[in-house]
């Protein structure tokens, strides 16, 4: 473990989980990652081992059987995670965004229901925002939920679900006009779904089918689906937190700790990229010496690590205003726009001091030249990060003259 990325002032307890993490990824992801992400095949094994740890309940309260620890432990363990393999902790990620908005918005059923399944890892959780025609405007989604007695009937099309296939439960926004006025504005009249359903692929309950994996550039072995909903039956004790309107607020809650979760995972893959490339600055000889001798790949290493430093420090603060009880989508926005732009270049760095062998799939580096465009997607693209960042400043320095 080197000098970049420490975090200073964590407990003992804090700094035992992330020890057993990192432990668990050296021993049991990097070892397999590139085989398992070149054949796109889910990793069960690993799924498996972080169950066995507790990270699928590591945010849950201890009363549901989790762990009930902080956003920045759970931050830190995913940046862990990342660094051997960012499909890994994508599979986390939607698990856990679903178990915090049960845990924030939920029905006291709801979460006695849902909660310690879901932090024994027995319930696997995915959410739904996205559909195939508006990208990041949210305000524009057409899925619709219409109330039919003590039932809603969902109907929709859904894209970039990730765990679509393993998953067996997804909260869906879909927009229900019900109590709402015409001219309501849409973000007031949508409501998040809990839609439980079987694993696999095809129809997995009356009316709701998963078609099957999206082919991707990266972020393989994780499986990304569409979902298809045709007057799918979803009881009323279903709506989250039982009171439809609600589902933008959530989702958007949601979406705000998934921020952290995609800063950290940007830091995570941006340290692992750093390691390659300076252990193989000091390996590869040119010029009578190691290439790290050459001040020109000097410039590159500095720039790197100053690059991991920034963002993990960015990640850190963001995580720890939101465990303050504070609003922190300005934090956010910014680390995940930070970590997502500087994770891109020290992988490109470090494929660029790889030279031809970066190109080939024998080594590492080429994975990581793949996963890292989706960080500048994922959960928001970075212009989105930049609208968030550069409203939220104008509110706070709203011009007094």
Same mark, same amino acid.
């Given at each position: 473990?080197?000098?970049?990325?420490?975090?200073?002032?964590?407990?003992?307890?804090?700094?035992?989980?992330?020890?057993?993490?990192?432990?668990?990824?050296?021993?049991?992801?990097?070892?397999?990652?590139?085989?398992?992400?070149?054949?796109?095949?889910?990793?069960?094994?690993?799924?498996?081992?972080?169950?066995?740890?507790?990270?699928?309940?590591?945010?849950?309260?201890?009363?549901?059987?989790?762990?009930?620890?902080?956003?920045?432990?759970?931050?830190?363990?995913?940046?862990?995670?990342?660094?051997?393999?960012? %499909?890994?902790?994508?599979?986390?990620?939607? /698990?856990?965004?679903?178990?915090?908005?049960?845990?924030?918005?939920?029905?006291?059923?709801?979460?006695?229901?849902?909660?310690?399944?879901?932090?024994?890892?027995?319930?696997?959780?995915?959410?739904?925002?996205?559909?195939?025609?508006?990208?990041?405007?949210?305000?524009?989604?057409?899925?619709?939920?219409?109330?039919?007695?003590?039932?809603?009937?969902?109907?929709?099309?859904?894209?970039?679900?990730?765990?679509?296939? %393993? %998953?067996?439960?997804?909260?869906?926004?879909?927009?229900?006009?019900?109590?709402?006025?015409?001219?309501?504005?849409?973000?007031?009249?949508?409501?998040?779904?809990?839609?439980?359903?079987?694993?696999?692929?095809?129809?997995?309950?009356?009316?709701?089918?998963?078609?099957?994996?999206?082919?991707?550039?990266?972020?393989?072995?994780?499986?990304?689906?569409?979902?298809?909903?045709?007057?799918?039956?979803?009881?009323?004790?279903?709506?989250?937190?039982?009171?439809?309107?609600?589902?933008?607020?959530?989702?958007?809650?949601?979406?705000?700790?998934?921020?952290?979760?995609?800063?950290?995972?940007?830091?995570?893959?941006?340290?692992?990229?750093?390691?390659?490339?300076?252990?193989?600055?000091?390996?590869? /000889?040119?010029?009578?010496?190691?290439?790290?001798? /050459?001040?020109?790949?000097?410039?590159?290493?500095?720039?790197?690590?100053?690059?991991?430093?920034?963002? /993990?420090?960015?990640?850190?603060?963001?995580?720890?205003?939101?465990?303050?009880?504070?609003?922190?989508?300005?934090?956010?926005?910014?680390?995940?726009?930070?970590?997502?732009?500087?994770?891109?270049?020290?992988?490109?760095?470090?494929?660029?001091?790889?030279?031809?062998?970066?190109? %080939?799939?024998?080594?590492?580096?080429?994975?990581?030249?793949?996963?890292?465009?989706?960080?500048?997607?994922?959960?928001?693209?970075?212009?989105?990060?930049?609208?968030?960042?550069?409203?939220?400043?104008?509110?706070?320095?709203?011009?007094?003259?």
């Amino acid at each position: 473990m080197g000098r970049l990325a420490q975090t200073d002032g964590l407990t003992e307890i804090q700094r035992e989980i992330l020890s057993t993490v990192r432990s668990f990824v050296d021993k049991e992801i990097l070892p397999v990652a590139t085989e398992l992400e070149h054949k796109d095949e889910y990793p069960a094994e690993i799924v498996e081992g972080l169950k066995e740890l507790g990270i699928f309940g590591l945010m849950i309260p201890e009363e549901y059987g989790g762990l009930g620890e902080s956003l920045l432990t759970y931050a830190l363990c995913v940046e862990e995670i990342a660094r051997g393999w960012m %499909s890994v902790s994508g599979i986390i990620n939607t /698990h856990f965004i679903v178990a915090y908005m049960l845990k924030q918005h939920g029905t006291r059923e709801q979460k006695e229901y849902f909660l310690p399944r879901m932090a024994a890892g027995e319930i696997r959780g995915a959410f739904s925002m996205s559909e195939p025609a508006l990208g990041s405007d949210v305000s524009a989604i057409s899925s619709k939920g219409v109330r039919d007695g003590d039932d809603f009937l969902l109907n929709g099309q859904k894209m970039w679900l990730t765990n679509g296939g %393993s %998953s067996t439960l997804v909260a869906v926004l879909c927009r229900t006009d019900e109590g709402h006025p015409e001219g309501t504005a849409p973000h007031k009249s949508m409501t998040t779904f809990l839609v439980e359903k079987e694993p696999g692929f095809g129809e997995v309950r009356p009316g709701l089918t998963i078609p099957g994996k999206i082919d991707k550039m990266g972020y393989k072995g994780v499986d990304t689906t569409e979902l298809i909903m045709q007057d799918l039956r979803i009881p009323a004790d279903r709506v989250l937190g039982g009171e439809t309107g609600r589902g933008f607020y959530q989702m958007m809650d949601g979406v705000e700790v998934g921020r952290v979760n995609v800063a950290a995972r940007g830091c995570g893959v941006a340290q692992r990229a750093f390691e390659l490339g300076i252990d193989y600055a000091q390996q590869r /000889h040119t010029f009578g010496k190691p290439i790290a001798q /050459h001040q020109a790949i000097q410039f590159k290493l500095a720039e790197m690590g100053t690059k991991v430093e920034a963002a /993990h420090a960015l990640m850190v603060g963001a995580a720890r205003k939101k465990d303050s009880g504070q609003r922190n989508d300005l934090e956010a926005g910014m680390a995940k726009y930070l970590a997502s732009e500087y994770c891109k270049e020290v992988v490109e760095d470090a494929f660029r001091i790889h030279g031809g062998y970066g190109f %080939s799939k024998e080594y590492e580096i080429e994975r990581l030249y793949r996963e890292a465009p989706m960080l500048l997607i994922g959960e928001g693209t970075a212009e989105i990060q930049k609208m968030i960042v550069g409203r939220r400043l104008l509110e706070e320095y709203r011009f007094q003259g």
